[in-house]
């Protein structure tokens, strides 16, 4: 059987202490507000970059995969633009970058960006379709709680 192109990334659950109570909010209302928009048509969403790599620095952004079953960019990435603007404005913790993208779409990246498909499987952290609850983030930020 063939993988999943979707099928990447490290479970945020494995994670226990990479990211802080902040980040681990700001990842809960992003899914939510991703979700909410997208509802069946979302199929995953990735951190990807320094801060999946946790190589970010305090400046560094938040860039995110957000995987749909089809994408129009002229609607899709003014919606996405503007939820990342709320969430930035609303968690104070940088840039948030939401890519909007199909499997086709991320399949044909590496046409365009030679290796970069490589380097978001080596690097992402998978944030749904796991999905992140309140639970998963009380356990994430105080284990043992």
């Not at 192109?5 to 990211?19: C, E, I, P, Q, W």
């Not at 970059?49 to 995110?64: E, I, K, L, V």
């Not at 003014?78 to 930035?88: A, N, S, V």
């Not at 104070?92 to 030679?114: C, M, N, V």
Request: hydrophobic residues 35%; proline residues 3%; charged residues 25%.
């Amino acid at each position: 059987m063939e993988q999943d192109v979707l099928d990447f990334g490290r479970s945020l659950n494995d994670m226990s202490g990479a990211f802080s109570a902040p980040e681990l909010r700001l990842f809960s209302d992003l899914l939510s507000q991703v979700e909410s928009l997208y509802g069946k048509r979302l199929q995953s969403v990735k951190l990807v970059g320094s801060r999946a790599r946790g190589t970010a620095m305090d400046t560094s952004d938040f860039d995110f995969l957000v995987f749909l079953d089809s994408c129009d960019y002229a609607v899709e990435v003014p919606r996405l633009k503007e939820t990342g603007y709320q969430l930035c404005l609303n968690h104070g913790l940088g840039s948030i970058s939401l890519s909007p993208l199909t499997r086709e779409q991320f399949i044909g990246l590496d046409a365009k960006y030679e290796g970069i498909t490589e380097n978001f499987r080596r690097d992402a952290v998978d944030l749904w379709p796991d999905g992140l609850t309140t639970l998963t983030i009380d356990l994430l930020c105080c284990p043992g709680s």
